[in-house]
């Protein structure tokens, strides 16, 4: 019976940036990461398509997989499953998901780390809390992806710390996650990305963001593209996901949080934080008029 085990040290080095999160875990840590609205594309060949399948090139941690088996497992998580829109082409469908990323001045690492601690451990993401293996990632991938992350990051210039003799409990048996806190935030973080999938489709047709006619082509060449989080506040408003005062104290927050992060940047008089400074004060305004929208 294979069993991998795992225990989480602390030691911080995993944390090696911001982490990703929902549109409604964005608004509740508005008082800590300034968000960017994430679209993002995952392309997945059809059965039918026999040369996208051979020349198929995935992530590291799923190479050697057989093709259609990856393919299938794929279909399964929830970058699929919550997408909120799906193109199609011969061949190939291309899901479009939502999701959330901070924007930062750090060049690496999550800025909530001092040390070799959270900052905000009691409030993290549902990503932070599956560490090792995203809950994104279907459960047939999870040994594969464990032994990938794991190893990389121990293999490391600055080397996990992550226990996994046989002396930290078992994560994983026979493929299955058998941990039940890793079951319970796992199964969390797959019902809150599954719960906005409907969010992700009105987000994708509001007329403050990008349409999937205008995004798709530089989703095609990128795959993932930013904008500015404003757009999403107002369409979760608006849809009755984030209610009258919590948009206002998001605001708030953001404000706080911006004018903070504008003033450390002027005094470090850094070239390379110019082009997020500019961002920045342009959020500070789209904020300002949300905050008196939401004050009437």
Known sequence: ?????????????????????????????????????????????RDDNDAALASLSPHPH?????????????????????????????????HIA?????????????????????????????????VPVRYDVPEGLLVRAFRGTVDAGRASADPFECDVSDAAPVLLEEGAVVDREYQSARAAGIEAALAERDLAARLLQHPLLPRVDRVYPELRKNKLVSVSFHGALVA????????TAAARTFCSAQLTLLDREITA????????????????????????????????
């Open 265 to 296: 940047a002027l005094a470090r008089k850094r070239r390379e934080d110019r082009d997020v400074t500019a961002r920045f004060r342009t959020l500070e305004s789209a904020y300002e008029t949300l905050l008196a929208r939401y004050a009437v």
């Open 1 to 45: 019976m294979e069993q991998l085990h795992f225990a989480c040290t602390a030691c911080g080095k995993c944390c090696t940036e911001p982490p990703e999160m929902t549109v409604l875990e964005a608004v509740r840590l508005g008082d800590v990461f300034v968000p960017s609205l994430v679209y993002r594309l995952t392309s997945v060949p």
């Open 236 to 243: 979760a408003h608006e849809h009755g996901l984030v209610d």
């Open 62 to 94: 799923f190479r050697g997989m057989d093709a259609r088996e990856l393919v299938t497992k794929l279909r399964e998580s929830t970058a699929v499953r919550a997408a909120g829109a799906v193109v199609h082409e011969p061949g190939w469908d291309h």
């Open 98 to 130: 939502i999701t959330v990323r901070p924007w930062t001045f750090a060049t690496r690492g999550c800025p909530m780390l001092s040390g070799r601690d959270c900052t905000i451990h009691a409030r993290r993401p549902h990503t932070c809390r599956t």
